[in-house]
């Protein structure tokens, strides 16, 4: 294990992700989820993202939750962006790191946003000229990166080919959805292989889904190849959009709990994450996928 990375970086996308994809939640609960999660260590939080309340309800308040949260000096605050309207939203209200989304697969794009995959690039290429002339980075998604709901397996070689259009537009990083929990390590493999041979210097992010139970067996195949920069969602907020009552997002504590063991630091204090887990449990009121806030640490003792 002598070649993995010193330390990862992570990104807590459960404020935004997770939430987006679970009932309406109030404003204020928001803010404390965020606010506590500033106080575990974690370096990046996704904190919300700049849609039409029409389109994510869930999403409706970003504004005040943008503007009430406590920022912490050592964490950075993203927001995801849908189009050019929502990156001038987000950079309105000074943010200075924003995501946008694109589908490596076109009938998973035409689904959610009404467009082709190249119509949606184009998009993209606008939205971060915008970023960039406003002195913000601009992240770019490619979901369904390892399997789309309506086409199946989506072929290696038009994920790197949607992720190279990004990156020939100037997107300051790429990052890999597993939107549907279809990756397995051999497939994490592959893609990241085949992205690193084409772009060896563009920074990438992994983004993992627990679905079928292979979220952390993806991140040790990833960290096996080097990459050191993860998503990963408090309690594993979130489910699955297209599989009911399925797991989505990787718990956040559960990535902590494997690679500090491991001797890959996060900076994440593991008993902090917990708590906010359990919080988060709370505030959503259904019980989270995770299976490291059931069982807490592998260290915990139980008096005998
Ligand atoms: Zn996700």
Not at 16 to 27: F, H, S, Y
Not at 178 to 200: C, I
Request: aromatic residues 4%; glycine residues 10%.
């Amino acid at each position: 294990m002598s070649d993995l990375p010193e330390r990862i970086s992570v990104r807590e996308v459960g404020p935004r992700d997770g939430l987006q994809n679970e009932d309406p939640v109030p404003t204020e609960a928001k803010i404390e989820l965020i606010d506590r999660l500033s106080a575990t260590g974690v370096q990046r939080i996704e904190a919300v993202s700049f849609v039409r309340p029409e389109a994510i309800p869930q999403m409706a308040d970003a504004d005040e939750v943008w503007r009430g949260i406590e920022r912490a000096p050592s964490v950075r605050y993203s927001a995801l962006v849908p189009n050019l309207r929502g990156a001038r939203r987000a950079l309105d209200r000074g943010v200075t790191e924003i995501e946008a989304v694109v589908s490596a697969s076109d009938t998973h794009n035409r689904k959610n946003v009404n467009r082709s995959t190249g119509e949606s690039l184009d998009d993209i290429a606008v939205v971060i000229d915008e970023a960039h002339q406003r002195g913000a980075t601009c992240q770019v998604i490619v979901s369904t990166a390892w399997g789309c709901p309506y086409e199946g397996d989506v072929p290696v070689e038009r994920v790197v080919r949607t992720a190279g259009r990004a990156v020939a537009d100037g997107a300051d990083c790429i990052s890999f959805g597993d939107t549907t929990g279809m990756a397995t390590p051999r497939r994490v493999r592959d893609l990241v292989g085949a992205f690193r041979s084409a772009h060896p210097d563009v920074a990438l992010n992994l983004h993992f889904h627990n679905t079928r139970g292979t979220g952390l067996a993806n991140v040790l195949a990833a960290l096996e190849l080097g990459v050191w920069d993860f998503d990963a969602s408090v309690g594993g907020l979130g489910g699955c959009p297209y599989a009911p009552g399925a797991t989505g997002n990787i718990a956040t504590e559960e990535l902590v709990h494997m690679v500090e063991d491991m001797g890959v630091a996060t900076g994440i204090d593991l008993a902090a994450m917990i708590d906010a887990a359990a919080d988060a449990e709370r505030i959503i009121g259904r019980r989270l996928p995770s299976q490291v806030l059931r069982a807490g640490p592998r260290t915990r003792i139980i008096q005998a």
